[in-house]
């Protein structure tokens, strides 16, 4: 056992040197240094309404160790405030972790890395004198990783891929459009476009967004042509009109939730989740630091999976400052 002990940090120490002396990437050396991590999508937890009441109320992170490096996950309280604790948590993640990837919420990989749409879209989300920021919390994870030298991904599937999962379930191609569009209603509010979802405003919001998401999914024009159609949609499988006793619960993907739309929503997480999953780990086998920001109910998913692949993590809670000292 003396000798293992001692060997461990002579082999840390070789593999470094041979990666400053050659054109092996530093990052690529240490990760070859332990086994590769072994993704756990299978322990991935179901979004049910006991464990959404288990989620805290604020944004929270939870800290793992992964070799030297470190994964740090945000689950933020969507916001729009600069002033907002998720907001805080992003920027002192930075602050307290040398960070050499970035996993956004909202666009997907195959953008490439530091996507110059999504640089230019947050360049542009200047916040107001009351400190809104349209863009919301991507503006500090974007623009933390442009200004710490971390490269930028999205975190999300191909939507035609997450079409033809749901389709394979049973799932109809007005299904797929119709939730894709419904779940914007509770982002167009917080963006202040909408007061709620009776608002006249909606109609236009809801047929722009229905021709580029039939685009994005590849489905025909045929498919909830028009907004009465969409409504029609909404009204079928809810059982009632569109308008302001629209509730933000109707668009969570909870396995157990009282709406029809939560279904179609549970099967889209679980194929959205299974995707980030995979693709974290994949970052830390690759030697990466790895900052994830997605919504808080994601974290809340993805804690037994990550426990399963990663072990126990190092810190929980909202102050990075402690949760470097936790983590070294």
Known sequence: MAVAAVRIPQ?????????????VPLAAAIAATHAPWVPRPEK????????????????????????????????????????????????DAFASF???????????????????SIFKYVS????????????GELVPAALGARTEGAVLWGGEAQDPDVKARLLSQGFS????????????????IRERRLKSAGDPALKPLVLDALAGNREKLKLQPDVLPGFDE?????????????????????????ADGRFGTNKIGYAISRVRDAYLHELIIDHL?????????????????????????????????ADMRKARAACR
């Open 11 to 23: 082999i840390l120490e070789l593999v470094v040197c041979a990666a400053l002396a050659s054109t």
């Open 44 to 91: 991935l937890q179901p979004w049910t309404t006991q464990l959404r009441d288990r989620q805290p109320e604020e944004a929270f992170a939870t800290v793992y160790r992964a070799g030297p490096r470190h994964l740090v996950f945000v689950g933020a309280v969507h916001a729009n405030q600069v002033g907002s604790l998720t907001f805080r948590i992003i920027r």
């Open 98 to 116: 040398h960070l050499d990837t970035v996993i956004a919420e909202g666009f997907p990989t195959a953008r490439g890395p530091n996507p110059e």
């Open 124 to 135: 542009e989300s200047a916040p107001d004198k009351n400190g809104f920021v349209e863009a």
């Open 173 to 188: 191609p007005a299904d797929v459009l119709g939730f894709y569009v419904l779940r914007n209603i509770p982002q167009w």
């Open 230 to 254: 969409w409504a029609a949609w909404y009204k079928a499988i809810n059982r009632k009109p569109i308008d302001a006793t629209f509730e933000t619960e109707e668009v969570g993907p909870l």
């Open 285 to 317: 086998n690759k030697g990466e630091s790895v900052l994830v920001v997605f919504g808080g109910s994601h974290l809340m998913i993805h804690r037994p999976a990550l426990d399963a692949a990663l072990g126990a993590p190092c810190y929980e809670g």
